[in-house]
Protein backbone atom coordinates (compact mmCIF):
# COMPACT_ATOMS: atom_id res chain seq x y z
CA UNK A 1 0.00 0.00 0.00
CA UNK A 2 1.79 3.34 -1.23
CA UNK A 3 -1.17 5.02 0.56
CA UNK A 4 -1.51 8.71 -0.86
CA UNK A 5 1.28 9.86 -3.88
CA UNK A 6 1.94 13.41 -5.64
CA UNK A 7 3.80 13.93 -8.26
CA UNK A 8 5.79 16.17 -9.23
CA UNK A 9 8.00 16.59 -5.52
CA UNK A 10 9.20 19.95 -6.85
CA UNK A 11 8.29 22.28 -9.36
CA UNK A 12 9.78 25.57 -10.95
CA UNK A 13 7.41 27.44 -13.11
CA UNK A 14 6.97 30.84 -14.64
CA UNK A 15 4.53 33.46 -14.26
CA UNK A 16 1.55 32.78 -16.88
CA UNK A 17 2.99 29.49 -17.57
CA UNK A 18 0.32 26.15 -16.62
CA UNK A 19 0.99 23.06 -15.05
CA UNK A 20 -1.27 19.86 -13.43
CA UNK A 21 -0.11 18.39 -9.91
CA UNK A 22 -0.97 14.46 -9.56
CA UNK A 23 -2.39 13.00 -6.92
CA UNK A 24 -3.42 8.82 -6.49
CA UNK A 25 -4.70 7.02 -4.09
CA UNK A 26 -5.06 3.16 -3.36
CA UNK A 27 -7.05 3.10 -0.63
CA UNK A 28 -10.24 3.05 -2.53
CA UNK A 29 -11.40 6.10 -0.64
CA UNK A 30 -14.14 7.85 -2.21
CA UNK A 31 -13.20 11.59 -0.79
CA UNK A 32 -10.12 13.49 -1.65
CA UNK A 33 -8.78 16.93 -1.36
CA UNK A 34 -5.92 19.65 -2.31
CA UNK A 35 -4.44 21.74 0.01
CA UNK A 36 -2.05 24.48 0.26
CA UNK A 37 0.29 25.28 3.14
CA UNK A 38 1.90 28.68 3.33
CA UNK A 39 4.41 30.11 5.80
CA UNK A 40 2.34 30.74 8.99
CA UNK A 41 -0.93 29.49 7.71
CA UNK A 42 -1.61 26.51 8.54
CA UNK A 43 -3.22 24.02 5.19
CA UNK A 44 -5.92 25.75 3.29
CA UNK A 45 -8.48 23.82 1.28
CA UNK A 46 -8.25 24.61 -2.59
CA UNK A 47 -11.14 21.81 -3.85
CA UNK A 48 -12.62 18.40 -3.02
CA UNK A 49 -14.16 15.75 -4.13
CA UNK A 50 -16.73 13.16 -2.49
CA UNK A 51 -16.82 11.11 -4.96
CA UNK A 52 -15.95 9.98 -8.69
CA UNK A 53 -17.30 13.11 -11.01
CA UNK A 54 -18.25 15.24 -8.51
CA UNK A 55 -15.81 18.60 -7.68
CA UNK A 56 -16.84 21.13 -4.96
CA UNK A 57 -14.83 24.33 -4.18
CA UNK A 58 -13.26 24.74 -0.77
CA UNK A 59 -11.71 28.14 1.16
CA UNK A 60 -9.28 29.34 -1.52
CA UNK A 61 -10.51 27.67 -5.33
CA UNK A 62 -9.54 30.61 -7.29
CA UNK A 63 -6.74 30.05 -9.91
CA UNK A 64 -7.38 26.56 -9.66
CA UNK A 65 -9.27 24.33 -11.65
CA UNK A 66 -9.33 19.96 -10.85
CA UNK A 67 -10.51 16.93 -12.10
CA UNK A 68 -11.48 13.47 -10.51
CA UNK A 69 -10.19 11.29 -13.15
CA UNK A 70 -11.44 8.25 -11.45
CA UNK A 71 -11.74 6.67 -8.15
CA UNK A 72 -7.99 6.67 -7.25
CA UNK A 73 -6.95 10.12 -9.00
CA UNK A 74 -7.42 13.89 -8.17
CA UNK A 75 -5.64 16.41 -10.41
CA UNK A 76 -4.79 20.17 -9.69
CA UNK A 77 -4.06 22.46 -12.44
CA UNK A 78 -3.03 25.68 -12.25
CA UNK A 79 -3.83 27.01 -15.63
CA UNK A 80 -2.03 30.56 -15.24
CA UNK A 81 0.43 30.69 -12.42
CA UNK A 82 1.17 33.55 -10.49
CA UNK A 83 3.88 34.09 -7.49
CA UNK A 84 0.57 34.18 -5.21
CA UNK A 85 0.59 30.42 -6.40
CA UNK A 86 4.13 29.63 -4.59
CA UNK A 87 3.50 26.95 -1.90
CA UNK A 88 3.55 24.01 -0.94
CA UNK A 89 0.40 21.73 -2.29
CA UNK A 90 -0.95 18.57 -0.29
CA UNK A 91 -3.54 15.81 -0.92
CA UNK A 92 -5.72 13.90 1.10
CA UNK A 93 -7.95 11.20 0.63
CA UNK A 94 -10.55 9.67 2.95
CA UNK A 95 -13.28 7.07 3.60
CA UNK A 96 -15.75 8.69 4.12
CA UNK A 97 -18.16 6.32 5.42
CA UNK A 98 -18.07 5.36 9.64
CA UNK A 99 -14.41 7.30 9.28
CA UNK A 100 -13.25 10.92 9.76
CA UNK A 101 -9.32 10.11 9.61
CA UNK A 102 -8.00 12.05 6.23
CA UNK A 103 -4.56 10.55 4.91
CA UNK A 104 -1.82 13.12 3.76
CA UNK A 105 0.41 12.51 0.45
CA UNK A 106 4.14 13.84 0.97
CA UNK A 107 3.54 17.36 -0.83
CA UNK A 108 4.75 18.81 -4.13
CA UNK A 109 6.60 22.06 -4.01
CA UNK A 110 5.86 24.40 -6.43
CA UNK A 111 7.80 28.15 -6.93
CA UNK A 112 6.34 30.50 -9.44
CA UNK A 113 8.86 32.92 -10.42
CA UNK B 1 -17.24 29.07 8.08
CA UNK B 2 -15.16 27.86 10.14
CA UNK B 3 -12.64 29.51 12.34
CA UNK B 4 -9.98 27.58 14.14
CA UNK B 5 -6.90 29.98 16.51
CA UNK B 6 -3.86 27.78 17.71
CA UNK B 7 -1.82 28.59 20.58
CA UNK B 8 1.31 28.97 21.19
CA UNK B 9 2.78 29.32 17.54
CA UNK B 10 6.19 27.97 18.79
CA UNK B 11 6.56 25.81 22.07
CA UNK B 12 10.11 25.09 23.70
CA UNK B 13 10.16 22.53 26.16
CA UNK B 14 12.97 20.51 28.10
CA UNK B 15 13.03 16.71 26.98
CA UNK B 16 11.01 15.08 29.47
CA UNK B 17 8.46 17.68 30.62
CA UNK B 18 5.17 18.08 29.41
CA UNK B 19 3.50 19.98 26.52
CA UNK B 20 0.44 21.78 25.91
CA UNK B 21 -1.03 23.62 23.27
CA UNK B 22 -4.87 25.01 22.74
CA UNK B 23 -7.20 25.80 20.00
CA UNK B 24 -10.19 27.41 19.83
CA UNK B 25 -13.00 26.85 17.02
CA UNK B 26 -15.87 29.20 15.93
CA UNK B 27 -18.48 26.90 14.55
CA UNK B 28 -20.79 25.24 17.64
CA UNK B 29 -22.05 22.67 14.55
CA UNK B 30 -18.20 21.23 14.48
CA UNK B 31 -17.99 17.97 16.14
CA UNK B 32 -15.05 16.35 14.89
CA UNK B 33 -11.38 17.03 16.15
CA UNK B 34 -8.15 15.64 14.80
CA UNK B 35 -4.76 16.55 15.60
CA UNK B 36 -1.93 15.77 12.82
CA UNK B 37 1.83 16.26 13.24
CA UNK B 38 4.19 17.18 11.02
CA UNK B 39 7.89 16.50 10.47
CA UNK B 40 9.78 18.13 7.91
CA UNK B 41 9.43 18.00 4.38
CA UNK B 42 6.51 15.65 4.91
CA UNK B 43 2.58 15.49 5.12
CA UNK B 44 0.70 15.75 8.12
CA UNK B 45 0.34 13.11 9.80
CA UNK B 46 -3.06 12.30 12.56
CA UNK B 47 -1.82 11.37 15.81
CA UNK B 48 -5.20 11.15 17.89
CA UNK B 49 -8.91 12.97 17.42
CA UNK B 50 -11.71 13.39 19.43
CA UNK B 51 -15.26 14.00 18.68
CA UNK B 52 -17.62 16.41 20.27
CA UNK B 53 -19.59 13.62 23.08
CA UNK B 54 -16.07 12.56 24.25
CA UNK B 55 -14.04 14.77 26.78
CA UNK B 56 -11.20 13.37 26.85
CA UNK B 57 -8.95 10.28 24.94
CA UNK B 58 -6.12 9.59 25.46
CA UNK B 59 -3.40 7.47 23.81
CA UNK B 60 -0.08 6.55 25.70
CA UNK B 61 1.73 9.28 26.06
CA UNK B 62 -0.81 11.93 24.32
CA UNK B 63 -3.86 13.26 25.39
CA UNK B 64 -6.43 15.70 23.84
CA UNK B 65 -9.23 17.56 26.00
CA UNK B 66 -12.48 18.90 24.49
CA UNK B 67 -14.75 21.76 26.19
CA UNK B 68 -17.45 22.14 24.17
CA UNK B 69 -19.26 24.88 25.98
CA UNK B 70 -16.06 26.98 25.45
CA UNK B 71 -15.28 25.75 22.03
CA UNK B 72 -11.79 24.78 23.14
CA UNK B 73 -9.90 21.78 22.45
CA UNK B 74 -6.23 20.68 23.67
CA UNK B 75 -3.49 18.46 22.95
CA UNK B 76 -1.35 16.94 25.69
CA UNK B 77 1.99 15.35 25.38
CA UNK B 78 3.93 13.84 28.51
CA UNK B 79 7.73 12.60 29.09
CA UNK B 80 8.55 14.93 25.76
CA UNK B 81 11.02 13.25 23.89
CA UNK B 82 13.72 14.44 21.38
CA UNK B 83 11.38 12.57 18.45
CA UNK B 84 8.15 14.56 19.17
CA UNK B 85 9.95 17.95 17.62
CA UNK B 86 7.50 18.71 15.14
CA UNK B 87 4.69 20.84 13.81
CA UNK B 88 1.37 20.16 15.22
CA UNK B 89 -1.91 21.21 14.02
CA UNK B 90 -5.17 21.14 15.35
CA UNK B 91 -8.30 21.27 12.79
CA UNK B 92 -11.98 20.90 13.25
CA UNK B 93 -14.95 19.45 10.69
CA UNK B 94 -18.39 19.06 10.89
CA UNK B 95 -18.59 15.02 10.41
CA UNK B 96 -21.40 13.74 8.21
CA UNK B 97 -22.23 16.84 6.34
CA UNK B 98 -20.88 15.29 3.30
CA UNK B 99 -16.94 15.61 1.98
CA UNK B 100 -16.02 19.20 3.58
CA UNK B 101 -12.09 19.42 4.43
CA UNK B 102 -10.65 20.20 7.53
CA UNK B 103 -10.57 23.61 8.59
CA UNK B 104 -6.70 23.87 10.19
CA UNK B 105 -4.92 26.33 12.59
CA UNK B 106 -2.05 28.03 11.97
CA UNK B 107 0.03 25.05 13.68
CA UNK B 108 2.68 24.71 16.64
CA UNK B 109 6.20 24.47 16.15
CA UNK B 110 7.16 22.27 19.15
CA UNK B 111 10.85 21.97 19.96
CA UNK B 112 12.32 19.63 22.56
CA UNK B 113 15.53 20.81 24.13
CA UNK B 114 18.00 18.15 25.18
Known amino acids: NAGVTQTPKFQVLKTGQSMTLQCAQD?????MYWYRQDPGMGLRLIYY???????DKGEVPNGYNVSRLNKREFSLRLESAAPSQTSVYFC????????????FGPGTRLTVL | GENVEQHPSTLSVQEGDSAVIKCTYS??????FPWYKQELGKGPQLIIDIRSNVGEKKDQRIAVTLNKTAKHFSLHITETQPEDSAVYFC?????????????FGKGTHLIIQP
Open chain 2, 27 to 32: DSASNY
Open chain 1, 27 to 31: MNHNS
Open chain 2, 91 to 103: AARISGGGADGLT
Open chain 1, 49 to 55: SASEGTT
Open chain 1, 92 to 103: ASRVVTGKDEQF
